[in-house]
């Protein structure tokens, strides 16, 4: 088929190119204009568009679907389009540009954590089991029939790890449900069963609530790392702990939120027991190891943030 990719973020150039190694036809790449990024605000081209460059491929870029872009999708008269991780909605005027529709790579089992961030919200909610999901665009927010589906395993450390691992076994998956398409032997399955809603992850998410069990701890922590990245006051700054893992062998007193060192591990006193911690970031600091930032200051406690809502 003659398609368009669109996507933006590096869990979108997996499926880029295993598209680009398919017998679809890219007819052009769609991504979010450059960026500013770093502490200098370089702009920066998205890594789909840098990608997609390498491979030969003519861009558009575009923040919003409206206007001048449409005409474009529209002059390319494609198939289908292919989305992960573009970035922005696609109104009615925009899925009509496409034969057989829009067609995106969801990260998790969908009706489950529809929304921006299902990753991170499955991996703050505990889950042990995700996967991912192909379904067809509509008006709603994830709602469109189901194409393909693929169960996983979500052990990761972190988002990150996640995302890669869930971006490298989707892209495959994307490009079958495509083939079933030029096929004719695509089913579209209504979504079913109980349905959740994957918000943006804000810093607010981020806040340790140390008073909690070690595992909704560690869970917090792994969901929301690296980015905006797990974090707790010291002295009314904020502080960011990564690396966080069960002690469950540590069985010393201690209050909740006290860091310390138990046979030379860092270890940070949780509700029901402690953690390790493998890094600390200190307000306005680099990333260190915790050893290390014990070794320069002694024990500390942090304030234990027990208001979270429920």
Not at 153 to 162: K, Q, T
Not at 249 to 254: D, K, L, M, N
Not at 267 to 292: S, Y
């Amino acid at each position: 088929m003659d398609i368009v990719f669109a996507g933006t973020p590096d869990v979108a150039v997996p499926a880029l190119e295993a598209f680009a190694e398919s017998g679809h036809r890219i007819r052009a790449v769609l991504t979010r204009p450059d960026a500013p990024v770093g502490r200098k605000r370089v702009l920066t081209p998205s890594p789909v568009k840098t990608r997609a460059l390498e491979l030969g491929l003519p861009v558009i870029e575009a923040g919003r679907l409206r206007g001048d872009v449409i005409a474009q999708l529209q002059a390319l008269d494609v198939d289908a389009v292919a989305v992960v991780a573009f970035g922005a909605i696609a109104g009615p005027a925009a899925l009509a540009t496409a034969r057989l529709g829009w067609f995106n790579l969801h990260f998790s089992l969908l009706p489950a954590y529809r929304g921006a961030a299902p990753v991170q919200r499955a991996l703050i909610g505990g889950e042990t089991t995700s996967g991912i999901s192909v379904f067809r665009i509509d008006e709603g927010m994830d709602t469109g029939p189901v194409l393909r589906r693929l169960e996983l395993p979500l052990d990761h450390a972190d988002v990150a790890e996640a995302l890669a691992d869930y971006a490298r076994r989707g892209a495959p998956e994307l490009v079958a449900a495509f083939d079933d398409l030029a096929a004719g032997t695509a089913t579209l399955t209504p979504q079913t069963g109980e349905s959740s809603h994957a918000e943006k992850i804000t810093v607010t998410d981020a806040h340790l609530d140390l008073s909690a069990p070690t595992a909704r701890v560690i869970d917090r922590a792994r969901g929301t790392s690296p980015a905006p990245g797990p974090w707790v006051e010291l002295d009314g700054k904020r502080t960011k702990l990564f690396g966080l893992s069960p002690a469950p062998e540590v069985t010393t007193p201690g209050a909740v939120g006290e860091l310390t060192t138990w046979q030379q591990q860092p270890v940070l006193r949780c509700g029901d027991g402690w953690v390790r911690v493998e890094q600390i970031q200190p307000f306005g600091k680099a990333r260190m190891a915790t050893a290390d930032f014990l070794r320069g200051r002694g024990d500390v406690t942090f304030d234990p943030y027990t208001e979270r809502q429920a």
